[in-house]
């Protein structure tokens, strides 16, 4: 009869090696939608609006 006894060693370390890789899956795609998140936030959210640049000299510097 299969499976009356304790698993052995070996068995144990593929069984760890699997919850192992597993978690690093887990992970790996927690990360990839986490950055997909980040990139719809930022795609979402409306441009700052800039100054706008001019030639002149700030009021403060007087041209030499």
Sequence with gaps: ???RGNPSFLKNQ????????????????QA???EKAAA?????RPPEPQ???DDAA???KAPE
């Design 32 to 34: 990839r939608q986490a």
């Design 51 to 53: 100054a706008p640049e």
């Design 14 to 29: 593929k069984a760890k090696k699997r919850v192992e890789r597993a978690n690093e899956k887990r992970a790996a795609r």
């Design 1 to 3: 009869m299969a499976g």
């Design 58 to 60: 700030p009021p403060d």
């Design 40 to 44: 719809r936030a930022a795609a979402a």
